[in-house]
C-alpha cells in the first residue's frame, strides 16, 4: 500500500470507529457522544525529535524503534530498521455540550466532565486497540504504548516531575497535531479540550511539518497577556512560569471522594484550565479563513 493510501485508509478506520462505537457514549448521562471527528497526525520513527524528547523529558522517554524492538523480540521477528518504524497519533475533542457544561463551573468539574475522564479514557485505550488490531489483520506489526505493562508507566522523575515513559502530547507535538499552552495542555487546531492516543507501527512513514516553537499556539508566549486557564485553575496551579503538576494533580486527588459520591466515578481529572478559555476549541494565534484571529486576547475581551 503506497503510504498515501496507508494515510487515508487509517484516517477513515479512525473516524468510522469515533463516529459508529457505542462505546464513545455518556451512556450514564443522556447517550451522547463522548468525543467529537477526532484529528490525526503521522511523524517517522527515525525523526530526530525523538532523540530530542529523550533530552527534554529524559532517557526513560521511550523511541518508537526502542518500542518496536521489544515488540519484535516478544514475537520472536526481527526488528524493523529505524526507517520502516511510524507512528498514528490522534485528538479526540472532547464534546461541544461536555467543554459548554464544563466552563460554566468553577472549583470542580461537571458531570459530563467528569464521565468523559471516566468513560472516555477507558474508549481511548480502545480506539488504540482497534488500530493495533487492524494494522495486524494487514500484516503489520503494531503496538499502543500505553497498552503494555513492559513499556508503559507513570513515574516522578527528580529533574522533570510527573512523567511517563511515553508522553501521548509530545508524540502529538511530534506528529505536527499542536504545540504546548502556559497550562502544558497540547493547543490543537480544535483547542486543547481533548484526549490523545497512539499507535507505533512497522511500516514507514513522514514526518509532517512542525511549528519551530514550542509555544505557537498560546497567546500568553505569544506575547498577549491571557493567563485565563490561571484564572480558570481552582488550584492556583498555573502562573506566569508554567504548570505546577504537584499542585494540580494534590489537588484532584483531593477532590475524588467528593467526586464519587456526586457523580459516581473513580479516575478523576479536573480540566477547568481546558474550558472557558481561548484555546477551548481552536487554535487562538491562528488566523481564521476572514483574516482575524480566531479568537480576540483576554486584552481585548474586558
Ligand atoms: C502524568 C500525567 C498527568 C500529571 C502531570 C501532567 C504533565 N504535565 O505531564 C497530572 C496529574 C498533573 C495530570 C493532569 C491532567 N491531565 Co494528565 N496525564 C499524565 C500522563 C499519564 C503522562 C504525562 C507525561 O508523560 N508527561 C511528560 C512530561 C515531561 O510532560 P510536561 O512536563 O507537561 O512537558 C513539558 C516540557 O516537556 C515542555 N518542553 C520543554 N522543552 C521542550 C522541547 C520540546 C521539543 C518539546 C516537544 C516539549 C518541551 O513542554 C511540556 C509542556 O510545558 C498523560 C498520558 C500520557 N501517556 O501521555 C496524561 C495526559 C497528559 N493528561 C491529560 C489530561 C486531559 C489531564 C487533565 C485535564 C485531567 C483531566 N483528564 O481532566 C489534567 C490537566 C493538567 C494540565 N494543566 O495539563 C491528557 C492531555 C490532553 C491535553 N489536552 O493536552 C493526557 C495526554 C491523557 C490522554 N490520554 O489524553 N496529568
Ligand atoms: S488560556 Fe491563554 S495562556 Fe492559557 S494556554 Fe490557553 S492561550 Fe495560553
Ligand atoms: S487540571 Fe490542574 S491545572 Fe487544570 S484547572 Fe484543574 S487543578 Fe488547575
Given at each position: 500500500m503506497l503510504e498515501e493510501e496507508f494515510r487515508g485508509w487509517i484516517v477513515s478506520e479512525i473516524k468510522n470507529h469515533v463516529f459508529s462505537s457505542p462505546d464513545n457514549r455518556l451512556k450514564g448521562i443522556d447517550d451522547t457522544p463522548i468525543f467529537d471527528q477526532p484529528l490525526v497526525g503521522f511523524v517517522s520513527g527515525a525523526d530526530s525529535i525523538f532523540r530530542q524528547l529523550k533530552a527534554v523529558i529524559g532517557e526513560f522517554h521511550l523511541t518508537p524503534h526502542e518500542i518496536m524492538s521489544r515488540?519484535?523480540?516478544r514475537k520472536g521477528a526481527d526488528?524493523?530498521?529505524v526507517e520502516d518504524v511510524g507512528v498514528i497519533s490522534y485528538v479526540?475533542?472532547?464534546s461541544r455540550m461536555t467543554k459548554r457544561e464544563n466552563a460554566s463551573m468553577t472549583g470542580i468539574p461537571s458531570r459530563r466532565w467528569a464521565h468523559t475522564r471516566c468513560y472516555g479514557e477507558i474508549f481511548n485505550l480502545g480506539v488504540q486497540a482497534h488500530i493495533v488490531k487492524i494494522l495486524e489483520n494487514e500484516g503489520y506489526l503494531a503496538v499502543a504504548p500505553q497498552l503494555q505493562d513492559d513499556v508503559f508507566r507513570v513515574l516522578v522523575d527528580d529533574r522533570v516531575g510527573l512523567a511517563s515513559t511515553w508522553s501521548q502530547r509530545h508524540i502529538a507535538f511530534a506528529a505536527g497535531l499542536g504545540t504546548f499552552?502556559?497550562?502544558?495542555?497540547?493547543?490543537t487546531r480544535k483547542g486543547k479540550a481533548h484526549r490523545l492516543g497512539s499507535v507505533v507501527?512497522?511500516?514507514r512513514l513522514s514526518s509532517p511539518g512542525r511549528a519551530s516553537d514550542i509555544h505557537a499556539d498560546c497567546l500568553f508566549f505569544q506575547g498577549k497577556?491571557?493567563?485565563?486557564c490561571?484564572?480558570?485553575c481552582p488550584a492556583g496551579a498555573i502562573t506566569e512560569r508554567g504548570h505546577d503538576k504537584e499542585m494540580c494533580g494534590n489537588h484532584f486527588h483531593g477532590k475524588k471522594l467528593i467526586m464519587k459520591e456526586l457523580y459516581g466515578v473513580e479516575p478523576y481529572g479536573c480540566g477547568l484550565c481546558q474550558t472557558g478559555v481561548p484555546c477551548e476549541s481552536r487554535s487562538p494565534t491562528r488566523r481564521s479563513?476572514?483574516?482575524?484571529k480566531a479568537f480576540p486576547t483576554s486584552q481585548a475581551r474586558r
Open positions: 515488540v519484535a523480540e526488528p524493523p530498521p479526540l475533542p472532547i499552552g502556559l497550562s502544558d495542555g497540547l493547543i507501527v512497522g511500516r497577556r491571557c493567563m485565563e490561571a484564572r480558570r479563513a476572514e483574516g482575524k
